[in-house]
T-cell receptor, first 114, second 111 residues
Framework: DAEITQSPRHKITETGRQVTLACHQT?????MFWYRQDLGHGLRLIHYSYGVHDTNKGEVSDGYSVSRSNTEDLPLTLESAASSQTSVYFC?????????????FGPGTRLTVL | KQEVTQIPAALSVPEGENLVLNCSFTDSAIYNLQWFRQDPGKGLTSLLLIQSSQREQTSGRLNASLDKSSGRSTLYIAASQPGDSATYLCAVTVGNEKLTFGTGTRLTIIP
């Protein structure tokens, strides 16, 4: 069955370190998204991509970057981790079509920055 | 800027009761509205998707309505069960297929 996976599921790191969170989907979806979920804020969009080599900034993109070298993967990099980036991170994908289809979410990565 | 609000933040009801969760949004220029379910420590599962041209969608014991002009949606759950306990999130799709989420309602069904 097609799916979307995230790794690692849990990560503890130190302030200032570079961290990369992986997202892999097997639906062959063009659209991929990264969100962070924090208490009181719901899910907020970090970065998104509509296809290979396409990346766009979301609502809370500062301190994060993404690259899209193939259809299946959209890794999220924290260049220099900060305590404010402690959060749960969700990756999602969807088929293009002006919102006709839902987004499919991965299980999440819980990141703690000490 | 689109804002999505869900009230109440938490709700507890006895098993077997019917219940309604509310969602409101500030900009009616949406492509669709979705209701998701999130279990503790898990990802989001889509429950219902209502296109902007539709008024409601049904799936089993769930019924979602959409009133775009007033910026409101409701999720009706019939004959609630303990397994319905979860956080329910609504989200609207705006331009460029991006989702804007509400902060969710944490539902507890009391056996």
């Amino acid at each position: 069955d097609a799916e979307i996976t995230q790794s690692p599921r849990h990560k503890i790191t130190e302030t200032g370190r570079q961290v990369t969170l992986a997202c892999h989907q097997t639906w062959n979806h063009n659209n991929m998204f990264w969100y962070r979920q924090d208490l009181g804020h719901g899910l907020r969009l970090i970065h998104y991509s509509y296809g290979v080599h396409d990346t766009n900034k979301g609502e809370v993109s500062d301190g994060y970057s993404v690259s899209r070298s193939n259809t299946e993967d959209l890794p999220l990099t924290l260049e220099s981790a900060a305590s404010s980036q402690t959060s749960v991170y969700f990756c999602a994908s969807s088929h293009p079509g002006q919102g006709a289809d839902t987004q499919y979410f991965g299980p999440g990565t819980r990141l703690t920055v000490l | 800027k689109q804002e999505v609000t869900q009230i109440p933040a938490a709700l507890s009801v006895p098993e077997g009761e019917n219940l309604v969760l509310n969602c409101s949004f500030t900009d009616s220029a949406i492509y669709n509205l979705q209701w998701f379910r999130q279990d503790p420590g898990k990802g989001l599962t889509s429950l219902l998707l209502i296109q902007s041209s539709q008024r409601e969608q049904t799936s089993g014991r769930l019924n979602a309505s959409l009133d775009k002009s007033s910026g409101r949606s409701t999720l009706y759950i019939a004959a609630s069960q303990p397994g319905d306990s979860a956080t329910y999130l609504c989200a609207v799709t705006v331009g460029n297929e991006k989702l804007t989420f509400g902060t969710g309602t944490r539902l507890t069904i009391i056996p």
